[in-house]
């Protein structure tokens, strides 16, 4: 197997055999990702790819049994080469069940519901699709380079093709201040209409050497404490309808890892933040009371 730069994947996705599609991410502009920023995007040579498929046959052989195709968004490629490619795994794979991917709102609005469904067909069982905020106003400072509207078509689209969808959410990427609530609000509001397999979870970071790293650091941009990201969690939860729906929180941004059906999260974790928010108020009574002696 030979890769270039720094792999990356989504954490169920750790004991698939990575085949490494393109190098680096296909948009790559968005303000708070700090990955694939050392490379130039290109697709790799089919002739390559099969090369990688049949060493990794000769190392692995047997024991593949999933396969990730990275890097940051291989639903660029030609519908024709992902086919070839899907082709050319299941026959070197033979207890392969599962192929995923990263698919990125513009590329994954490039490709009909039909590719979807061929791509279906010949064995793409998954796609993680970065929506991360349902508001227009956040996907535009954070320079997504899609609408809300356009987000939810690029998801509908693999739900409708009956690829698993995995759409992914950023508790926190409005910032603290006017965006906060609605975003969470919002954010709720389309996953209800995309329907996805499940939703997870990450809570915004500055990673240093992003464009958002600096916004924070000159003051443009200011993160959510952990009680107001407790206050986000709470509002997407509550509106959020589809109780089927599972939920992973388990990501290590994350303060507060919840794993589970949207019925089963409500159940044990609203409780839970109601009293850490209570709680919180009450500290801060307690310090207004005692500050005026």
Same mark, same amino acid.
């Not at 409780?271 to 009574?285: P, R, T, V």
């Given at each position: 197997?030979?890769y270039?730069?720094?792999?990356?994947r989504p954490p169920?996705?750790?004991?698939?055999y990575?085949?490494?599609?393109?190098i680096?991410c296909?948009?790559?502009?968005?303000t708070?990702?700090?990955?694939y920023k050392?490379?130039r995007?290109?697709?790799?040579?089919?002739?390559?790819?099969?090369?990688?498929?049949?060493m *990794?046959?000769?190392?692995?052989?047997?024991?593949v049994e999933k396969?990730f &195709?990275?890097?940051g968004? /291989? $639903?660029?490629?030609?519908?024709?080469m992902?086919l070839?490619?899907?082709?050319?795994?299941?026959?070197?794979?033979?207890?392969?069940t599962?192929?995923?991917?990263y698919?990125?709102p513009q590329?994954?609005l490039?490709k009909?519901?039909?590719?979807f469904k061929q791509?279906?067909?010949?064995?793409?069982t998954m796609t993680?699709?970065?929506?991360?905020?349902?508001?227009?106003?956040?996907l535009k400072?954070?320079r997504?380079?899609?609408?809300?509207?356009?987000?939810?078509?690029?998801?509908q689209?693999?739900?409708e093709?009956?690829i698993?969808?995995?759409?992914?959410v950023?508790?926190?990427?409005g910032?603290s201040?006017?965006y906060?609530?609605?975003h969470a609000?919002?954010? *709720?509001e389309l996953i209800n209409q995309?329907?996805?397999?499940l939703?997870? &979870?990450l809570?915004t970071v /500055? $990673?240093?050497?992003?464009?958002?790293f600096?916004?924070v650091q000159?003051?443009?941009?200011k993160l959510?404490?952990?009680?107001?990201?407790?206050?986000?969690i709470k509002?997407?939860l509550?509106n959020?309808?589809r109780?089927g729906l599972?939920?992973?929180?388990?990501?290590?941004?994350?303060?507060?890892?919840?794993?589970?059906?949207?019925?089963?999260?409500?159940?044990?974790?609203?409780?839970?933040?109601?009293?850490l928010l209570l709680?919180k108020?009450s500290?801060?009574?307690?310090k207004?009371?005692?500050?005026?002696?």
């Amino acid at each position: 197997m030979r890769y270039e730069g720094a792999i990356y994947r989504p954490p169920p996705e750790a004991d698939a055999y990575i085949l490494q599609c393109t190098i680096g991410c296909s948009y790559n502009k968005c303000t708070y990702c700090s990955m694939y920023k050392n490379v130039r995007y290109r697709v790799r040579q089919l002739d390559e790819l099969k090369k990688d498929i049949a060493m *990794a046959k000769a190392a692995m052989g047997d024991k593949v049994e999933k396969v990730f &195709l990275s890097d940051g968004d /291989a $639903i660029s490629l030609p519908s024709e080469m992902l086919l070839e490619i899907l082709a050319e795994l299941y026959a070197a794979f033979p207890k392969l069940t599962h192929v995923s991917t990263y698919a990125g709102p513009q590329s994954t609005l490039d490709k009909t519901v039909d590719e979807f469904k061929q791509l279906k067909k010949a064995g793409l069982t998954m796609t993680y699709l970065g929506v991360e905020s349902g508001s227009n106003d956040v996907l535009k400072a954070v320079r997504k380079g899609v609408t809300a509207n356009e987000m939810l078509t690029a998801g509908q689209s693999i739900v409708e093709s009956g690829i698993k969808l995995v759409a992914m959410v950023m508790i926190g990427l409005g910032g603290s201040g006017e965006y906060s609530h609605s975003h969470a609000r919002q954010t *709720a509001e389309l996953i209800n209409q995309m329907n996805p397999y499940l939703l997870g &979870l990450l809570t915004t970071v /500055a $990673i240093d050497g992003t464009t958002l790293f600096r916004q924070v650091q000159q003051g443009d941009f200011k993160l959510l404490s952990p009680y107001e990201v407790l206050e986000e969690i709470k509002i997407l939860l509550e509106n959020l309808q589809r109780e089927g729906l599972l939920i992973d929180s388990t990501h290590g941004s994350n303060l507060l890892p919840m794993k589970g059906t949207l019925q089963q999260v409500k159940a044990d974790v609203l409780g839970h933040i109601d009293n850490l928010l209570l709680e919180k108020n009450s500290n801060l009574i307690g310090k207004a009371y005692l500050g005026r002696f």
